[in-house]
Nanobody, 119 residues
Framework: QLQLVESGGGLVQPGGSLRLSCAASGSTLDNFAIGWFRQGEGVSCVTTSHTSKSADSVLGRFTISRDNAKNTVYLQMNSLKPEDTGVYYC??????????????????WGQGTQVTISS
């Protein structure tokens, strides 16, 4: 059974950066699309072929990437804004070459990590 654990959240000032990690165990991520969600909203997702898409609100600021050797997916968040505050979850769906920004598509979820942007 695939298990996901997020880390890297915290409190940063507006304009700062954070890198979230989503580490998998119980299975390799090679055949899974991975998405990052801020509570109910899709933020970014990455396919098994490393293509990605992101919500308009984070385009140019957030970058999703995956390292299959480490069985980990990352979300690099730059130029953070107060409205980026929330609990960030990663999720996985067994799917090749496509990913979704809709939470209903995903079957495996982590427990979330809190991100707070405040001065």
């Amino acid at each position: 059974q695939l298990q996901l654990v997020e880390s890297g959240g915290g409190l940063v000032q507006p304009g700062g950066s954070l890198r979230l990690s989503c580490a998998a165990s119980g299975s390799t991520l090679d055949n899974f699309a991975i998405g990052w969600f801020r509570q109910g909203e899709g933020v970014s997702c990455v396919t098994t072929s490393h293509t990605s898409k992101s919500a308009d609100s984070v385009l140019g600021r957030f970058t999703i990437s995956r390292d299959n050797a480490k069985n980990t997916v990352y979300l690099q968040m730059n130029s953070l804004k107060p409205e980026d505050t929330g609990v960030y979850y990663c999720a996985a769906k067994r799917e090749l070459d496509y990913c979704y920004l809709s939470r209903s598509e995903y079957h495996f979820w982590g427990q979330g990590t809190q991100v707070t942007i405040s001065s």
